[in-house]
C-alpha cells in the first residue's frame, strides 16, 4: 500500500460512500471528515470499511474544511489524498499516486483533473477537461483558502500534473440536488466575480507554461465580460465542442447557462442601493 492518508469530505452522501471507500481500499489509511450528517453516512461507511476513522466538523467552506481536516485528524502518511464522497479514483490514476508516493520527487503537491459524468456519460468537452485541482500534497507544506465557492492553493513549494483523471458524480444526487447546491454557489460566487473585476488582468498570463495559471487568466477575463451567459453557453457549446457529447452536453451547457443567468441578476441586485 502506498505511504498516502485519503480525507474524504462528506455530508449526507449515503448514495456515495460506499463506493467512493471501495475506490480507494487500496489506501491503509482513510479519514472522512463530515459535516454533520443527517442520513446513513456514517454507518454505511463503516460497514464498507471497518477500519475507517470518522470526524465531525462543521462546514465554513471548502478552504477552512480542508484545513482542520489537515489539523485535526492525524493522518498516519505524509501524502494527503482529499476526495469528495461523490468521486472515484480510477485504477489508473490509483498506479500514478502510488508512483509519486514512493518516490523522491521534488514537488510538494500535485493538481488533479476529473472526468464529469452526466446521464451515464463523461461529458468532455462541455466541461472543459481537464481543470485541475490541488487535491495530492504532502503534509505541512500547502493550505488552503476560500475562493468563490471552493478552494485556492496556498503554498511556496514547487507544484506539479498527474495527468490520470479520477471520476466525478456531480449529479449523483439528482439534478435538484444539484440545483439547489449551484443555487448557493452562485450566492458565493458573485463576491469572488467582484474581487476579480479588481485584479489587474495581466494577458500575459495567457501565454504562460503552467496551465493553473491560464486559467486562472481566463477566470478574470470572464469577470469582466458583458452578457456573461450567452458567452458562457457559445464558448462550451460550439467553442470547446459540447455539441460533440450529444443530449447530456446540451442539458449540461443549457444548465450552465441557467447558472450564469442566476449569477448576473445576483450580481445586478447587488449593485442595488
Known sequence: MPPVTVIILTHNEERNIAECLQSV?????????????????????????????????????????RNW?????APRHRWILFLDADERVTPELARSIHQVATSQAAPVGYYLCCRNMF??????????????????L???????????????EVTTGTLAYLNEPYD?????????????????????????IATLRQEPLALGDLFSRDRVVRTRCLKRIAARLPCRPVIAFCYLYIFKLGFLDGYAGLMFCLLNFTHEIHMTVKLAEKRRP
Not at 454533520?36 to 465554513?60: K, W
Not at 504532502?138 to 485556492?152: A, C, F, S
Open 119 to 136: 446521464l451515464g456519460k463523461w461529458i468532455k468537452r462541455c466541461t472543459r477537461f481537464p481543470t485541475w485541482q490541488l487535491r495530492l
Open 69 to 73: 481536516a489537515l489539523d485535526q485528524t
Open 168 to 192: 466525478h458524480y456531480g449529479f449523483s444526487r439528482g439534478v435538484a440536488h444539484w440545483i439547489a447546491r449551484h443555487n448557493k454557489y452562485s450566492t458565493e460566487e458573485i463576491s469572488h
Open 25 to 65: 481500499d487500496w489506501a491503509e489509511d482513510v479519514i472522512i471528515v463530515d459535516s454533520g450528517s443527517s442520513d446513513a453516512t456514517i454507518e454505511l461507511a463503516r460497514q464498507t470499511r471497518a477500519d475507517v476513522r470518522t470526524f465531525t466538523h462543521p462546514f465554513q467552506d471548502f478552504g477552512d474544511q
Open 138 to 152: 504532502k503534509l505541512g507544506e500547502v493550505r488552503y483558502e476560500k475562493m468563490g465557492h471552493g478552494q485556492r
